[in-house]
């Protein structure tokens, strides 16, 4: 399957924006999807997962809240609503799918990646 995030884009601190990942492929709907991002010069980390079907969600605390994941298999696209934006949610998001697990958690190695798109959030 191939991932393409899109809807980053420069915001200020308590904006919103809504990212979306569109997945190439009839079988999108077998992958868990998840949210990952990486800020300048630090690791790459985990943000939300959701199943296959949208039924279980995860998110890691720094996001629990203010961002919501979501899916829709019809139009093979996962999105990711991000609200109350802070300055340190500034970083480059990634969507990746994962078909060894039910929802995709900070411990798991998704099959693919995308290719990322910018969020940065200004003072």
């Known amino acids: 399957v191939q991932l393409q995030a899109s809807g980053g884009g420069p915001v200020q601190a308590g904006g919103s924006l809504r990212l979306s990942c569109a997945a190439s492929?009839?079988?999108?709907?077998?992958?868990?999807m998840g949210w990952f991002r990486q800020a300048p010069g630090k690791a790459r980390e985990y943000i939300a997962g959701?199943?296959?079907?949208?039924?279980?969600?995860l998110y890691d605390d720094s996001v629990k809240g203010r961002f919501t994941i979501s899916r829709d298999n019809a139009k093979n696209t996962m999105y990711l609503q991000m609200n109350s934006l802070k300055p340190e949610d500034t970083a480059v998001y990634y969507c990746?799918?994962?078909?060894?697990?039910?929802?995709?958690?900070?411990?798991?190695?998704?099959?693919?990646w995308g290719q990322g798109t910018q969020v940065t959030v200004s003072s």
């Open positions: 990746a799918a994962d078909r060894k697990v039910v929802v995709v958690a900070r411990t798991s190695t998704p099959d693919y």
């Open positions: 492929g009839r079988t999108f709907s077998r992958y868990a």
């Open positions: 959701i199943s296959e079907y949208g039924g279980s969600t």
